[in-house]
Each structure stands twice: as C-alpha cells, then as structure tokens.
C-alpha cells in the first residue's frame, strides 16, 4: 500500500478523460478563508511529479510559486515605473529606460523572465558591442539588466537572478582623456575673446561638470567670502501622462498631454525653468563649495557685470532670451571654441552625426573637467583635496575622499592657477 502524502506534500492523480496526470499543493487561503490550491498537469505520471516537486521547493524557498507568465517587456515596464522611478534621478532614470527600450526589449521582449537563460543576457550584452558600441556600454546594460532580474526574483517571477551567472563585459579602454597642458592654455587664451568666456574657464579650472555650470545660478558665488558653491546641476527631466485609463488625452507622446507631468522622485529637490529643462541637486546629492582664485573671480565679476541681458532664472550662463543653455549647445559651443583655438579641424567641429566616416573624435567637455583633476595629480596635489574640488562621488575614485580644509583647496587650486599663469594673464 503506497505511503500517504502528508499535509503540504500534494496529491497526485489521473484524468483518465483526459488521459493526463495532474498533481495539486495546498497554498495557503483565499481572503475569504477557502483553501488556495496550485495544480500541475503532464501526459505522464513522472513528468507530473517532477512538476510538482518543483512547485512544492518554490513554495518553500519563496513562500509563493513563481509567477511564469510575465514577459520581460510587462516586467520591465512595470519596474520602471514603480522601481526606480520613485527612487532615481532625472538622468539615470532616462539611462536605464534607453538600455530597456533600446538594448533589452528588441532581444528579450516576449520571452518570460521565469524562463531567461544566461545565453539570453549574453545575447544582449554582444548586440551592444556588434553596434559599435563601448564595452563600457555594454556593461552598463547588463547591469540594467542584473538590477531588473534582481526586483524580479525578490517579486517571486524568477527563482534566481541569472544575470549573475554571466560576467559582465569588460569596460576595455576609456575613450576619455584630458587635455594636455600646451591645449589646455591655448584653450583659456583663446576663451578671453569671447564674452561668456569665463564659462569655459570654469569647466578647466574647477572641473565642474557640464551641468553644473549651465545650472549654476548666480548666488552660487559668494565673491564676500572668494567662495562658489556647487547647488544645481541642469538637467531634463522627461515628462509622463497625467490623464488616467478612463479619460484618456489621446495623444502617443506624453509630451502632448494637457495634464502631463514631470517624471520625477517626490524626494528630488528640483526647480523647472523652461519645459523639460530643470535643474536638481547635483550627482553627489549634495552641495560643495571651493575657494575662487582671483584670476578667475575677477572675470566672472567681469562677465556679471557687462550681462544686461534678461535672466529670469538667476543663471550665470544663458541664452540671450534667459532660457537655459542646453547640453547641446554647451558641446557646440565647446567645439567652436577648441577649432578656433587650433586644437581640431573642421569636421571635428561639426556634430557626431554629421562628419565624414574616419573623422577622429573630438575631445567633449567632459575632458575639461578630467584636465582638472589630472594637472592636479601631477602637481601632487592629495586625492582627498581633488575629491573636495571636483565633487567625485566614489572612496574609490579620490582613494578615500573626505572632507578636507577650504584652506588646503585653496593651495592647490592656486598651484593650478599658477601652472597656467600664461593664460591667466592679460
């Protein structure tokens, strides 16, 4: 006589009509106290079992069975919407929808996260790559993707993140560099000539990122005290549908909703200047304040003081209306300036897209900002203090960054000062 399932174990039996073999587990209770009860059916015997084993060690091991059913394309946009955007900034959540909606979803869209396999993350990860595109891209993907399955398993749809079975692509080499100090010179010289030139010798000789100078705002500087605090970073922030299922706008882009709103975390301080132009806390989620070198305090009063111009928003740096200077017109304007200070040629100065195959790349502003560390560095300059300039995020990146005296700061940002004193000097 068989043994007798105890309580949770299950039952198996035949649908001779049918001719399959179903098994059935107790699974807790309905709201209304009736017995929940999860089935599995197979044309034989054995494979039912396997079936319901399996189904018994999820309920034991995640307290519910996996949720097969759910695509990597329902998945992905529901974790996007209730995940990270409540909990993400502006920038980083438009960086992880351009890896799902670009990378992920045209490879992976109908398949079921229950049933992803590692050759799948692989298959997207290589789809990067075989783009053209920087293994640092493709390892920014899969981590998209590694954070997505992890949500997914502590959701009950999968039983184990399998992105964690693949190894990441290598970053290769950075395709980031920093201007060589002769480059560097001709550049500042070359940015006395223009009125907002002193914008450009921010970006060298602070390091300031690309949005934090076009959403620097003028109380920013405290020329009292010979002191700038970076507060704001510019930024746009995408906006979302603001009517509901049951009056819906009718139009595809949120953009066109009449109730459209910003898509952005309750927690994030921001202010909206123009659109989707807004400018937010900057990446480290906090303020920081270096001392101003006189060279370059007395060309920003200069700048201030000739700037007649409206300025609705209080920006140091604007379109001639007030408006925002974009991140665009920021890349444009750097390109004209390093042609007409010799540094690239002509294709070089026009946008990616337009230049002829072959054209080397063109140095980005984010080379200013790595000019600035890197003169620091070999000036000797302590990774704590070129972390309290720069504003690095990462223990790693200043190799232990804390924070260090104004006092120290300022020493070094004068030996800066000091490197390029031939441009410095009128």
């Given at each position: 006589m068989p043994k007798k399932r105890g309580h949770g174990d299950g039952g198996l039996y035949q649908l001779k009509g049918r001719k399959l073999w179903r098994g059935v587990i107790d699974d807790g209770f309905h709201p209304d106290g009736r017995r929940r009860q999860r089935y599995v059916t197979d044309r034989t015997q054995a494979g039912a079992r396997a079936k319901l084993e399996a189904l018994r060690k999820e309920i034991d091991t995640l307290g519910a069975p996996l949720d097969k059913a759910v695509t990597v394309e329902a998945w992905s946009e529901h974790w996007l919407r209730t995940v990270c955007e409540p909990a993400m900034k502006p920038a980083a959540l438009a960086g992880y929808e351009s890896a799902v909606r670009k990378w992920i979803l045209p490879i992976l869209r109908k398949k079921r996260v229950s049933a992803l396999k590692p050759s799948d993350i692989r298959a997207v990860t290589q789809s990067v790559t075989a783009a053209g595109?920087?293994?640092?891209?493709?390892?920014?993907?899969?981590?998209?993707?590694?954070?997505?399955?992890?949500?997914?398993?502590?959701?009950?749809?999968?039983?184990?993140?399998?992105?964690?079975?693949?190894?990441?692509?290598?970053?290769?080499?950075?395709?980031?560099?920093?201007?060589?100090?002769e480059v560097a010179l001709r550049v500042l010289q070359t940015a006395l000539r223009r009125p907002d030139g002193v914008r450009w010798w921010f970006a060298i000789l602070t390091g300031m990122r690309q949005g934090e100078r076009l959403g620097a705002t003028i109380d920013s500087a405290d020329l009292a005290r010979h002191e700038f605090t970076v507060q704001w970073s510019l930024t746009e922030i995408r906006f979302s549908h603001g009517c509901t299922e049951a009056e819906p706008c009718g139009k595809k882009?949120?953009?066109?909703?009449?109730?459209?709103?910003?898509?952005?975390?309750?927690?994030?301080?921001?202010?909206?200047?123009?659109?989707?132009?807004?400018?937010?806390?900057?990446?480290?989620?906090?303020?920081?304040?270096?001392?101003?070198?006189?060279?370059?305090?007395?060309?920003?009063?200069?700048?201030l003081a000739q700037d007649t111009r409206p300025n609705p928003h209080g920006l140091i740096w604007h379109n001639d209306d007030g408006s925002p200077i974009t991140a665009e017109q920021d890349q444009e304007e750097w390109r004209s300036l390093l042609l007409e200070a010799g540094v690239i040629d002509a294709e070089q100065a026009k946008p990616p897209r337009e230049r002829l195959a072959g054209t080397p790349d063109t140095p980005t502003t984010h080379f200013a900002r790595h000019t600035t560390a890197t003169v620091l560095m070999e000036l000797g300059v302590d990774a704590k203090v070129i972390g309290e300039i720069v504003g690095h995020m990462s223990t790693r990146t200043t190799q232990g960054y804390q924070h260090v005296s104004s006092a120290e700061a300022r020493r070094a940002l004068e030996a800066l000062g000091d490197h390029f004193a031939g441009a410095l000097a009128r």
């Open positions: 595109r920087q293994p640092s891209s493709a390892q920014k993907v899969h981590a998209v993707m590694s954070s997505m399955l992890e949500s997914a398993r502590m959701d009950g749809l999968c039983a184990k993140n399998v992105a964690h079975d693949v190894t990441p692509p290598g970053t290769g080499e950075s395709t980031r560099g920093a201007l060589g100090t882009r949120a953009g066109g909703c009449p109730r459209r709103k910003l898509k952005v975390s309750p927690s994030l301080t921001y202010r909206q200047l123009d659109g989707r132009l807004c400018i937010v806390r900057p990446k480290s989620g906090r303020s920081r304040t270096f001392p101003l070198i006189p060279a370059l305090e007395e060309e920003l009063k200069a700048y």
